[in-house]
Antibody, heavy 121, light 107 residues
Framework: QVQLQESGPGLVKPSQTLSLTCTVS??????????WSWIRQHPGKGLEWIGY???????YYNPSLKSRVTISVDTSKNQFSLKLSSVTAADTAVYYC?????????????WGQGTLVTVSS | DIQMTQSPSSVSASVGDRVTITCRAS??????LTWYQQKPGKAPKLLIY???SLQSGVPSRFSGSGSGTDFTLSISSLQPEDFATYYC?????????FGGGTKVEIK
């Protein structure tokens, strides 16, 4: 059973960089057929896809966030990470990591539990 | 970006009721449509993929239909554990986008 777990600071100051890591267990991040994604949910709101990365390091970002987002992968640790720069209060959200079945139906089949990141001084 | 519009935004129903939720895409997405269920404080859970395929382990009272721009999620006989918010998501075009959600509440 694949499991994903987000980790990182729950509080970030405005203008700083939000950094989160997702650790994958129960399966290899290097297995083909999947992209490893970050998705966020503003409090009481819907879901916004941030971006994803393949095990080989190919990245795709939401154009609305592209200038501020970097996603990287560490296959040796079975982890992938998110960096979001120049954060404001509008970036306060629950951040999820998830696995996308990119070669079949484009669904996100496994999700982390989510981590709330608050942007505040 | 493809806009996904769900209706209604909320619905009140009783245990045993049939509930139908609609998702409309701003342009055709073939059958690249997924449905998720989300309970408070939890991550979304995959229910239906490719518009009508039931994810392993999901009860058969959930079903999906549609293609092109119009899709539906139906719950044939609502159970207590089904009270949640449901989201659709398109995977036809980059970037993937989600609907605004439909909250199924207890009447």
């Amino acid at each position: 059973q694949v499991q994903l777990q987000e980790s990182g600071p729950g509080l970030v100051k405005p203008s700083q960089t939000l950094s989160l890591t997702c650790t994958v267990s129960g399966g290899s991040i290097s297995s083909g057929g999947y992209y490893w994604s970050w998705i966020r949910q503003h409090p009481g709101k819907g879901l916004e896809w941030i971006g994803y990365i393949s095990y080989s390091g190919s990245t795709y970002y939401n154009p609305s966030l592209k200038s501020r987002v970097t996603i990287s992968v560490d296959t040796s640790k079975n982890q992938f990470s998110l960096k979001l720069s120049s954060v404001t209060a509008a970036d306060t959200a629950v951040y999820y990591c998830a696995r996308e079945r990119v070669t079949t139906d484009g669904s996100f089949d496994y999700w982390g539990q989510g981590t709330l990141v608050t942007v505040s001084s | 970006d493809i806009q996904m519009t769900q209706s209604p935004s909320s619905v009140s129903a009783s245990v045993g009721d049939r509930v139908t939720i609609t998702c409309r895409a701003s342009q055709g997405i073939s059958r690249w449509l997924t449905w998720y269920q989300q309970k408070p404080g939890k991550a979304p859970k995959l229910l239906i993929y490719a518009a009508s395929s039931l994810q392993s382990g999901v009860p058969s009272r959930f079903s999906g239909s549609g293609s092109g721009t119009d899709f539906t999620l139906s719950i044939s006989s609502l159970q207590p554990e089904d009270f949640a918010t449901y989201y659709c998501q398109q995977a036809n075009s980059f970037p993937p986008t989600f609907g605004g959600g439909t909250k199924v509440e207890i009447k």
